[in-house]
């Protein structure tokens, strides 16, 4: 099962969301995303999440970073995201913008803390 993120850069601040849920991962940061359903794309997928996450209609871009292994059938995978909306936290507990100095001091949810290079560097561009 593959599940996608995405990165949602805008001014040179990345989107970030704070879990709910599951206990062990409330309270942390991620990018926003979920699961590919049968017969989805990864794109569908992240713009379908998105909507339903952020309240957002995005446009899916280039993949970010390598795919992370979350266990042996499950695979996380990034992707830039753009959008013209205005999003909101649907489906988190918050949602903030950062910059690329404000990246390590986050607490992340364990696996999104694969990408942090390559979103300093999406940023600092």
Do not use: C
Not at 34 to 46: C, I, R
Not at 59 to 79: F, H, W
Not at 96 to 117: H, K, Q, S, T, Y
């Amino acid at each position: 099962m593959i599940v996608v993120a995405g990165a949602l850069i805008a001014d040179a601040r990345l989107l970030v969301a704070q879990r709910n849920r599951p206990p062990e991962l409330a309270g942390l940061w991620e990018l926003p995303g979920g699961k590919v359903a049968p017969g989805e794309t990864d794109a569908q997928a992240l713009a379908r999440e998105l909507h339903e996450e952020l309240g957002v209609t995005v446009a899916v871009g280039e993949k970010l970073g390598e795919d992370v292994p979350l266990s042996d059938t499950v695979t996380l995978r990034a992707y830039r995201v753009s959008t013209d909306d205005a999003p909101h936290a649907h489906d988190h507990h918050a949602v903030r913008w950062v910059g690329a100095a404000d990246l390590e001091d986050l607490p992340w949810v364990p696996a999104d803390r694969a990408w942090l290079a390559e979103l300093k560097d999406a940023l600092t561009q």
